[in-house]
């Protein structure tokens, strides 16, 4: 299994873009064998899926966060980034960054360690 | 796209067995054999149990069971033990909109 680990600000003003990157160790974004997804988790409460990308640079997203999100991709760098517009007080939130076997989409067998990111003033 | 629901809390003694349900309403559980649970103890990220409806991952004891019918999915946990008090999440894939849904998560209390 790839190891993942997040980075990024932990804390994030309102209105402003919330911006984090996954770097993928033990394996290839490029090999094309997974779909690469970012999941969040305020404090509390359940997991959200917001989206995920692919080697090619395509992209699904969870349609209530589609307007706000974008998924890109490095490959050269082995990483992946989300960016999260317009943020308030209900994005705060642990952020993951997770990838599992491309034939089976919605199981993520990779997880990174997750990073909590504040929406604060 | 489909919502999945979970109980919000279960309870079993040690050595018991328990079973946690998990819902569909449209092309996700009820559809598709795209079924998988995670466990998540507290502080941790969540850890990949069941995939593909009744598939372990390597590692993974097989205490743990999956099954579905129909448009709910089920998890098992035979000879419960301490360990095993976590929450517990399914997740589906919605096929017809292309994105991932996780249930709104169990918190499983070992007595």
């Known amino acids: 299994q790839v190891q993942l680990q997040e980075s990024g600000p932990g804390l994030v003003k309102p209105s402003e873009t919330l911006s984090l990157t996954c770097t993928v160790s033990g394996g290839s974004i490029g090999s094309g064998s997974s779909y690469w997804s970012w999941i969040r988790q305020p404090a509390g409460k359940g997991l959200q899926w917001i989206g995920r990308i692919y080697t090619t640079g395509a992209t699904n997203y969870d349609p209530s966060l589609k307007s706000r999100a974008t998924l890109s991709v490095v490959t050269s760098r082995n990483q992946f980034s989300l960016r999260l517009t317009s943020v308030t007080a209900s994005d705060t939130a642990v952020y993951y960054c997770?990838?599992?076997?491309?034939?089976?989409?919605?199981?993520?067998?990779?997880w990174g360690q997750g990073t909590l990111v504040t929406v604060s003033s | 796209q489909s919502a999945l629901t979970q109980p919000a809390s279960v309870s079993g003694s040690p050595g018991q067995s328990i079973t946690i349900s998990c819902t569909g309403t449209t092309s996700g559980v009820g559809g598709y054999f795209y079924v998988s649970w995670y466990q998540q103890h507290p502080g941790r990220a969540p850890k990949l149990m069941i995939f593909d409806v009744s598939n372990r991952p390597s590692g993974v004891s097989n205490r743990f069971s999956g099954s579905k019918s129909g448009n709910t999915a089920s998890l098992t946990i035979s000879g419960l033990q301490a360990e095993d008090e976590a929450d517990y999440y399914c997740s589906s894939y919605a096929t017809s909109a292309n994105l991932v849904v996780f249930g709104g998560g169990t918190k499983l209390t070992v007595l």
């Open positions: 997770a990838t599992g076997p491309l034939q089976n989409p919605e199981a993520f067998d990779s």
